[in-house]
């Protein structure tokens, strides 16, 4: 059973920068595609990016495009989310999820693992 634990959050400033990361266990990740999602107060859960499980292709919210990376380090299983320019609408807590399959997207009920969830404040 593939457990992921999400870490590196916290407070930041307005235009800081944070590293979020999903280290698994129980399996290896790179039989998963993976993805990162956030929920913000009052709002609907939201797909940030996600990657595939080879790691060769990323996709991105167009509210993240340009500033977040995600990356993957299977060696390590573990995935992260580099996040700089932070914005105050990117507060939120944010999840890593696995998918049983090689691409990943942004439909959070296609996603078999989740994580607990790690808090982000960007403060202005």
């Known amino acids: 059973q593939l457990q992921l634990v999400e870490s590196g959050g916290g407070l930041v400033q307005f235009g800081g920068s944070l590293r979020l990361s999903c280290a698994a266990s129980g399996s290896t990740l790179n039989y998963y595609a993976i993805g990162w999602f956030r929920r913000a107060p009052g709002k609907e859960r939201e797909g940030v990016a996600c990657?595939?499980?080879?790691?060769?292709?990323?996709q991105y919210a167009d509210s993240v495009k340009g500033r977040f990376t995600i990356s993957r380090d299977d060696a390590k299983n573990k995935v992260y989310l580099q996040m700089n320019s932070l914005k105050a609408q990117d507060t939120a807590v944010y999840y890593c999820?696995?998918?049983?399959?090689?691409?990943?997207?942004?439909?959070?009920?296609?996603?078999?693992?989740w994580g607990q969830g790690t808090q982000v404040t960007v403060s202005s």
């Open positions: 999820a696995a998918i049983s399959r090689w691409y990943g997207s942004f439909s959070a009920d296609e996603y078999d693992y």
């Open positions: 990657i595939t499980s080879s790691g060769g292709s990323t």
